[in-house]
T-cell receptor
């Protein structure tokens, strides 16, 4: 059981370049999230999705776009990378549905993607 | 706006000690509180989840308590081991957001020396 898988794990970009981070989960979760983690600031929510075909903005959405074309995948895109986007990005998923006892509110995280923008 | 604070930011103890990590939050309208462990360069692993109606949860040497009215939670680690060295994060899940959004503290970095 892979859980939540993020690719790539490391990437170095130059300012202005674009890239996409991929998150895949095999737990049939409805909700998926992208967080960034910066020293001294904790994890902050970038975008989230409550189901296939839906996306919404979190706390720090500027400079990022997301798509959820398939339930198991959540993509985070940077159209024109900036040094301020140097961070570690985490994907998470939750909410297996309304089955009794199934929805505990627990989030499952990937291992992170470390992005450096020069 | 919900704010989550963790004190201390770093803690160093000798092996075998019992220790307590603290987490406080400003808005008591929460759905649950979760404690996570993060090893260097790794993702977050869920340790304990306390629903708002519960007072505590236990898993092995870990015990987490929740006092919603005072906006506090503690994570108690008994008989600490070097393998417990990691950063511990607490997060609260806010109510009435329509989805399971977490607000995180900045963590306590724990070092247990042999």
């Amino acid at each position: 059981n892979a859980g939540v898988t993020q690719t790539p794990k490391f990437r170095v970009l130059k300012t202005g370049q674009s890239m996409t981070l991929l998150c895949a989960q095999d737990m049939n979760h409805e909700y998926m999230y992208w967080y960034r983690q910066d020293p001294g600031m904790g994890l902050r929510l970038i975008h989230y999705s409550v189901g296939e075909g839906t996306t919404a903005k979190g706390e720090v959405p500027d400079g990022y776009n997301v798509s959820r074309l398939k339930k198991q995948n959540f993509l985070l895109g940077l159209e024109s990378a900036a040094p301020s986007q140097t961070s570690v990005y985490f994907c998470a998923s939750s909410y297996p549905g309304d089955s009794p006892g199934a929805n505990t509110g627990e989030l499952f995280f990937g291992e992170g993607s470390r992005l450096t923008v020069l | 706006k919900q704010e989550v604070t963790q004190i201390p930011a770093a803690l160093s103890v000798p092996e075998g000690e019992n220790l307590v990590l603290n987490c406080s939050f400003t808005d008591s309208a929460i759905y649950n509180l979760q404690w996570f462990r993060q090893d260097p360069g790794k993702g977050l692993t869920s340790l304990l989840l306390i629903q708002s109606s519960q007072r505590e949860q236990t898993s092995g040497r870990l015990n987490a308590s929740l006092d919603k009215s005072s906006g506090r939670s503690t994570l108690y680690i008994a008989a600490s081991q070097p393998g417990d060295s990691a950063t511990y994060l607490c997060a609260v899940q806010e109510m009435n957001t329509g989805f399971q959004k977490l607000v995180f503290g900045t963590g306590t970095r724990l070092l247990v020396s042999p």
